[in-house]
Nanobody
Framework: QVQVVESGGDLVQPGGSLTLSCAAS????????VGWYRQTPGKQRDMVAT??????KVYADSVKGRFTIFRGAKNTVYLQMNSLKPEDTAVYYC??????WGQGTQVTVSS
């Protein structure tokens, strides 16, 4: 079993920055495809950014040039978010190995 924990969500003003963290623990958690998703009430969960086991990165069009996904220390993946907009407000989830989800972390962009 794999445990996934997200952290770093906060209230931030438009134009600000945040870095979200995704940490995995448990069995078979070596380098995997990891994705960040976000969801707002009543809407589906959408992919924001994905990094593959070979470090190939994919971004949603809405965040290209503003968000960066990268690996940190072993079994940790980050999402650096710059130039945040009110429409980035959502619960952000991490998916580890195309299978395991965390509990989510709230990001609110508001003045």
């Amino acid at each position: 079993q794999v445990q996934v924990v997200e952290s770093g969500g906060d209230l931030v003003q438009p134009g600000g920055s945040l870095t979200l963290s995704c940490a995995a623990s448990g069995s078979a958690i070596d380098i995997k495809t990891v994705g960040w998703y976000r969801q707002t009430p009543g809407k589906q969960r959408d992919m924001v950014a994905t990094i593959t086991s070979g470090d190939y990165k994919v971004y949603a069009d809405s965040v290209k040039g503003r968000f960066t996904i990268f690996r940190g220390a072993k079994n940790t993946v980050y999402l650096q978010m710059n130039s945040l907009k009110p429409e980035d407000t959502a619960v952000y989830y991490c998916q580890w190995g195309l299978r395991y989800w965390g509990q989510g972390t709230q990001v609110t962009v508001s003045s």
